[in-house]
């Protein structure tokens, strides 16, 4: 009944919410972007001017498609759009073409797929049951919800500045998770099969869908005592589940199997030929990782225990954008990162068979994927970061114990993207709207959480004040030093490495958390 007072009464704010945001995206249009504006470009190109066959071969650019194939349908479907804005940017040897026309329709494009963002958010506020009654539209829960996740520092400047499309997909994320919340497991689970031949990143949180689905959908009894009915499995669940599975995948991949060339698609999407690292080191365990190996390097030679000749000058001034060996510490394979990132997802799935708490323990071990890939994960890209704080965004306005993790995390991966944005207009704009957020996202969970203990310790609160004196040095100070010339690369190291501290204080945090939960006799009937 909360929900649907919600939806009756709560339409115009969470209009005025979705308009707004809109409005600001609209207003970024001609801001700096990234070399993934040509990414998305040269899609546009080779999908409009090339037959399939060519797709996953094409390499006039160094962008080659590396995304699967319903992502270049989708490309496909947009260049039908583009030949009116521009014809010139469908034609694959314009290299780093950017008239006025195709900037406006690249980010026209985005602003228009999140519409479905919207309608996502929209749905996993009708899950939020609307317990904490509150006389102010400001502190009910689904209103905080809307914004901390309509209004995603991240999600902003990553596709409306940087430039990609990741809101559509987090929609069709955040939908599939509605679903499943509603108990409408199939179409979760199809919309789920669905983005994960849109971008193969979503492959970090399937092990939760797979394991939630399993044990919510194909058994379908517990015991009282909260355990498995083994009797209850159904048959007919697994064969709806698989078959849908294999349909999504046969439309995808179907036609480049016909095409003899399913390993050619294989080989684009995995490239592990790629470091360990992103030229930007993501702040994950391998950013301490590398930071370690540097210290350690610099300590040898110091103390005459390494020779210096032997240490290929790169690895010590090129920064991050080489590859680099380890010099001190084992080198690391990809085989090692996937045997450590299965280890530490391997927990939090144990807890979602074991302990299970409806929509809510799906959610955390959905985190727990997300953010276990996003720390030991082979070639991580900061951005992933985000696959992490939206779903927490959801568990934030339920519980205390999980506001305070999310401060934590939102507020330190957010400040991680900020080296992506490093042209000089930008930078008050990413200071205004990470200040934003970060101040509604505290004084709107700390509202709704008052009655309860501090969500931060005056350690964590220590921890994320020190970011500010951080970007000062990075943005200001620094560039002024003779350092600049010889160690261009410091200001990169020591935001990767100091957020790296917060990102693994949170994720170890919330494993505690839900490690040590016990669970209620309500939660086991249930």
Same mark, same amino acid.
């Given at each position: 009944?909360?929900?649907?007072?919600?939806?009756? %009464? %709560?339409? %115009?704010?969470?209009?005025?919410?979705a308009l707004g945001v809109s409005f600001l995206k609209c207003l970024l249009i001609p801001a700096y972007y990234s070399t993934d504006f040509e990414v998305h470009r040269n899609w546009l190109a080779i999908t409009h001017s090339l037959p399939l066959s060519q797709w996953y071969y094409e390499a006039t650019s160094e962008w080659t498609l590396d995304y699967p194939p319903f992502f270049a349908w989708f490309e496909y479907a947009l260049s039908h759009i583009a030949k009116y804005f521009d014809p010139q940017m469908l034609v694959v040897e314009n290299l780093n073409y950017a008239s006025h026309a195709t900037i406006f329709f690249q980010r026209l494009s985005v602003i228009f797929t999140d519409t479905l963002f919207i309608y996502a958010v929209h749905e996993c506020c009708r899950c939020i049951n609307g317990k904490r009654a509150a006389k102010d539209i400001l502190e009910k829960p689904t209103f905080i919800l809307a914004v901390l996740l309509l209004w995603n520092f991240g999600l902003l400047i990553v596709d409306h500045i940087h430039f990609q499309y990741n809101g559509f997909l987090f929609g069709l994320m955040l939908l599939s998770v509605a679903r499943l919340c509603q108990k409408r497991y199939l179409e979760g689970a199809l919309l789920f099969a669905v983005l994960l031949?849109?971008?193969?990143? /979503? @492959? /970090? @949180?399937?092990?939760? /869908?797979?394991? /939630?689905?399993?044990?919510s959908y194909c058994f379908t009894a517990n015991n009282a005592d909260g355990s498995l009915k083994w009797r209850s499995f159904s048959f007919l669940h697994v064969t709806l589940l698989g078959l849908i599975v =294999? $349909?999504? *995948?046969a439309l995808s991949l179907g036609?480049? &199997? @016909? !095409?003899?060339?399913?390993?050619?698609?294989? *080989?684009?999407l995995f490239p592990f030929k790629r470091g360990l690292c992103h030229a930007y080191w993501a702040p994950n365990f391998w950013a301490l990782y590398n930071a370690m190996d540097k210290a350690l390097t610099i300590l040898g030679l110091k103390c005459n225990f390494l020779d210096g000749t032997k240490i290929p000058k790169a690895s010590m001034t090129g920064g991050l954008v080489q590859e680099?060996?380890?010099?001190?510490?084992? #080198?690391?394979?990809? $085989?090692?990162? !996937?045997?450590?990132?299965?280890?530490?997802i391997l927990p939090s799935v144990f807890c979602l068979w074991f302990k299970p708490q409806g929509p809510r323990g799906f959610?955390?071990? &959905? @985190? $727990? =994927?997300? &953010? #276990? *890939?996003?720390m030991f994960g082979w070639h991580v890209h900061e951005k992933a970061i985000l696959l992490a704080i939206l779903p927490l965004s959801l568990l934030s306005i339920q519980r205390a114990k999980d506001a305070g993790i999310y401060l934590i995390l939102a507020t330190t991966g957010h400040f991680s993207l900020f080296p992506l944005l490093f042209t000089p207009p930008e930078l008050p704009l990413k200071i205004l709207l990470m200040l934003l957020f970060t101040v509604y996202s505290f004084s709107s969970l700390k509202s709704l959480f008052r009655r309860e203990k501090p969500l931060l310790n005056w350690f964590e609160t220590i921890y994320l004040i020190q970011l500010v004196p951080l970007e000062i040095f990075c943005e200001i100070i620094f560039p002024l030093t003779p350092w600049k010339r010889h160690f261009p690369f410091v200001p990169l190291l020591l935001t990767s490495v100091y957020c790296a501290l917060g990102i693994t204080y949170a994720w170890l945090k919330l494993y505690v958390s839900v490690l040590t939960e016990r669970i209620s006799v309500r939660q086991k009937a249930e």
């Open positions: 009944q909360g929900a649907r007072a919600m939806a009756a %009464g %709560g339409r %115009g704010w969470f209009r005025a919410l031949h849109f971008k193969h990143i /979503y @492959v /970090y @949180v399937a092990p939760a /869908y797979g394991i /939630y689905l399993l044990r =294999c $349909l999504v *995948s036609p480049f &199997l @016909v !095409l003899g060339q399913l390993p050619q698609v294989i *080989s684009r680099f060996e380890h010099t001190v510490l084992p #080198s690391v394979t990809p $085989l090692t990162t !996937l045997i450590c990132t299965f280890i530490a959610l955390q071990c &959905l @985190v $727990l =994927c997300a &953010l #276990s *890939s996003f």
